[in-house]
């Protein structure tokens, strides 16, 4: 999964992010590919951990200081996230305990699944209006 154009939300700041966590997957895709996913996934999930509270709470600060109409309901889409991400945690955590490489690997699939489908929605539908708000305020 590639950054291209079309994601662009038109916002440096924003885009920028959005970049970053691409790049990151892309990193799980090929660790997954090279079998290498049980060495990366921790440093992924940490990413993942830290890129959501950072990521959501400037959008949200920004939702909040230019009195966003939909703010309630973008927060809500990722509190949606944080939830699902939590529970991909807890699986790694029981996974770790049980030594089990498979369940890795099926887990770090999962993730990167779980992160694709959930980024691409989420900028296509949910950052994308923000986007255009921002942008109308200028």
């Known amino acids: 999964m590639q950054w291209n154009d079309s994601l662009s939300v038109g916002f440096d700041k924003i885009d920028a992010e959005h970049k970053e966590l691409f790049k990151m997957i892309q990193e799980l895709v090929d660790a997954i590919h090279q079998h290498t996913c049980k060495y990366k996934i921790d440093d992924i999930i940490k990413f993942m951990e830290d890129y959501a509270n950072n990521h959501f709470a400037m959008e949200e600060k920004y939702m909040k200081e230019l009195e966003y109409l939909e703010y309630g309901l973008h927060k809500a889409e990722h509190e949606k996230f944080r939830i699902t991400f939590s529970g991909l945690k807890r699986e790694l955590k029981n996974i ?8 890795s690997y099926e887990l770090s699939v999962a993730t990167g699944q779980m992160l694709v489908d959930w980024l691409l929605d989420h900028i296509a539908k949910v950052d994308k209006k923000f986007a255009d708000f921002l942008n109308e305020k200028g």
């Open 96 to 103: 770790k305990i049980s030594g089990s490489f498979a369940g």
